[in-house]
């Protein structure tokens, strides 16, 4: 059984920069990709960017890209999402998913869910 934990969420000014974890335990196989989603208040949960555990291919949203950048390091199963110039926009509860995804931009290609880190961006 694959279980995912974030870590790294906390409040920040508009303009600065945190880095979420996301720690993966249990068998990560190479078809896997683990993906970066949050969820506002009052709107629905939005894709942001995946990285395939194989190759390292990532994917972004166009909202996010060239602000964040999803990495990963294999050696520690952890992925990590590093959110620069952060708006006040960007709070949300941010999750991360572990899954065997094809597009990698969807909810349902993903299997396995953290409980989720709330990240505040003030103004």
């Known amino acids: 059984q694959v279980r995912v934990v974030e870590s790294g969420g906390g409040l920040v000014q508009a303009g600065g920069s945190l880095r979420l974890s996301c720690a993966a335990f249990?068998?990560?196989?190479?078809?896997?990709?683990t993906g970066w989603f949050r969820q506002a208040p009052g709107k629905e949960r939005e894709f942001l960017a995946a990285?395939?555990?194989?190759?390292?291919?990532?994917y972004y949203a166009d909202s996010v890209k060239g602000r964040f950048t999803i990495s990963r390091d294999n050696a520690k199963n952890t992925v990590y999402l590093q959110m620069n110039s952060l708006k006040p926009e960007d709070t949300a509860v941010y999750y991360c998913?572990?899954?065997?995804?094809?597009?990698?931009?969807?909810?349902?290609?993903?299997?396995?869910w953290g409980q989720g880190t709330q990240v505040t961006v003030s103004s």
């Open positions: 990285i395939r555990w194989s190759f390292g291919m990532t």
């Open positions: 998913a572990a899954g065997p995804c094809s597009t990698c931009h969807r909810e349902n290609e993903f299997d396995y």
């Open positions: 249990g068998p990560m196989f190479s078809t896997y990709a």
